[in-house]
């Protein structure tokens, strides 16, 4: 437990699934952890209480990331907690993994639900990087969560696969602007994960058959493989890596 020793990360989304596993990764590493959650505060307790089992640090921190007030609230709490425990409010890594899905065909999308998928997927990292970028410290690393829909056509989800489309365009965006600063930014891009969200495809053999055989290793990714790919951009030995997108599909319809 050595590579983050004495770094400071905010793991959006914390509290389930892929970010719940960033999160346990990033605390054994020796990084301090915020956990964010949006409702399942009994959930990123549980993430908090593991992290500490096993010698790491962590706190839990609730707000809706849809507004930016509940951006604002996150750093708020963050900022307390730190300048509790640190005597400052820098931070080194940021994880936006927060995010829903909206499965629904272009025909069937309503406005307010294109709306409330886009305030958290695409506008919360997007202000969740500009409240950021004052913490930061320098050599820090940004690591958002993509999809493997970017690049491949599902039109069941039309509005999902977007605004992954925009975190990438951000992704790459910011890269010359933050290099100068020693900061990385990457995005993750996943295809099928076996977490809670996609329950419904799990139980269902053939939905769960149909998932695996996207990946040329014939089963569904699990959230530990999508963690262990953010301890290494979080960590110094991806210093020389930046603007990228990460294939991590387990090369899903190659």
């Known amino acids: 437990m050595s590579k983050l020793l004495n770094k400071v990360a905010i793991v959006t989304g914390g509290s389930r699934g892929i970010g719940r596993a960033i999160a346990q990764r990033l605390g054994r590493e020796g990084a301090t952890v915020a956990v964010h959650y949006a409702s399942s505060q009994g959930a990123a307790e549980e993430v908090v209480e593991e992290i500490k089992h096993h010698g790491g640090s962590a706190f839990a921190v609730g707000s809706d990331l849809g507004t930016l007030d509940g951006i604002q609230t996150l750093y708020d709490a963050v900022d307390r907690e730190l300048l509790a425990r640190f005597g400052t409010t820098g931070i080194d890594i940021l994880v936006n993994n927060a ?15 294109f709306d409330s998928l886009m305030s958290l997927n695409v506008k919360a990292p997007f202000f969740m990087i500009q409240q950021a970028l004052p913490r930061l410290r320098k050599e ?26 925009a975190i990438n365009a951000l992704t790459l965006s910011l890269a010359n602007q933050l290099g100068p600063r020693g900061i ?13 969200m996609n329950a419904g495809m799990l139980q269902d053999p053939g939905s769960r058959q149909f998932g695996a055989d ?33 294939d991590a599909s387990g090369g899903s319809h190659l």
Not at 140 to 165: C, D, E, F, H, N
Not at 184 to 196: E, Q, S
Not at 230 to 241: D, K, N, Q, R, Y
């Open 140 to 165: 820090g690393r940004i690591i958002q969560l993509s999809s493997a829909v970017t690049r491949i056509s599902l039109p069941a989800i039309p509005a999902y696969s977007m605004s992954k489309a």
């Open 214 to 246: 996207y990946s040329i290793f014939g089963r569904w990714g699990e959230p530990g493989d999508i963690a262990d790919i953010a301890a290494f951009l979080a960590s110094s030995e991806s210093g020389w890596i930046t603007g990228q997108v990460i």
């Open 99 to 113: 995010g829903n899905p909206l499965v629904a065909a272009i025909e069937d999308t309503k406005g307010d639900e």
């Open 184 to 196: 990385t930014i990457n995005a993750i891009a996943p295809g099928f994960v076996a977490t809670d």
